[in-house]
């Protein structure tokens, strides 16, 4: 009679382990490749990173301007409004000469504050487009402040047509100054809204009529839209 022994398992050769373990090498090695591709190809590059590190900066920098800004047009406010109200009361909006009692020492009062404040917007920073826009509107209502102020120094020394004809330039050239100022002023409200600081408002006495921009009802330094 035979007896069947159980049949012993057939070893597995050691080339057959050298096989395993290197697949199992290349496999890991593949994942850490590819896990390093994947990073390398998503992660910021050195050009974005600059790139955003600049618009950081710019951001910082138009902030501070925008503050500046601000403190300019409130000074320069200061400075116009007692020549606004001299001109309203020399030269009506109607265009009509003023009373006799402003002189030439008053004139050239005015004069002096008008030039103070065009000196104060001489050499701009350059910033964020909507800065720009809004202290470019100022300064050239400034300017045009200022030209207004000449005009009617010319005609107090015309008579008849031509200081009529004077004085109406005068009168339009001061409507434009205010109202390109109130632009200025719309746009200066806007970028401190935006730059966290709340609403400003910065703008120069009209008449009504004059098309002037107003500022919104939103209370000072408040974060309404």
């Known amino acids: ?13 050691p080339a ?8 199992t090498v290349a496999f890991t090695l593949g994942a850490i490749i590819a896990g390093g591709v ?9 050009i974005e990173q600059t790139a955003d590190q600049l618009r950081t900066e710019s ?5 501070a301007q925008i503050k500046t800004l601000t403190e300019l047009a409130r000074s320069t406010r200061g400075r116009l409004v007692p020549v606004l109200d001299g001109l309203g009361l020399a030269m009506p909006a109607d265009g009509t000469a003023g009373p006799a009692a402003v002189t030439a020492a008053d004139v050239e009062n005015w004069r002096k504050a008008a030039a103070d404040a065009v000196q104060g917007f001489a050499d701009p920073p350059s910033g964020e487009t909507a800065t720009n826009v809004a202290r470019s509107s100022l300064a050239a209502a400034v300017r045009q402040i200022a030209t207004t102020v000449d005009t009617y120094a010319v005609a107090r020394d015309l008579t008849g047509l031509a200081r009529t004809a004077a004085m109406d330039l005068a009168v339009r050239q001061r409507a434009d100054a205010l109202f390109t100022w109130s632009v200025g002023a719309t746009a200066l409200d806007a970028v401190n809204v935006d730059a966290g600081y709340g609403h400003q408002h910065v703008f120069l006495p009209t008449s009504p009529g004059e ?10 330094g408040s974060h309404d839209s």
Do not use: H, Y
Not at 1 to 11: E, G, S, V
Not at 38 to 46: A, D, K, M
């Open 38 to 46: 994947v990073f390398w190809v998503t992660r910021p590059g050195s």
């Open 211 to 220: 098309g002037a921009l107003t500022p919104d009802t939103a209370p000072e």
């Open 16 to 23: 057959i382990w050298g096989r395993v373990l290197a697949l």
């Open 1 to 13: 009679m035979t007896i069947k022994r159980p049949r012993q398992p057939t070893p597995v050769r």
């Open 59 to 63: 951001a910082l920098r138009d902030r």
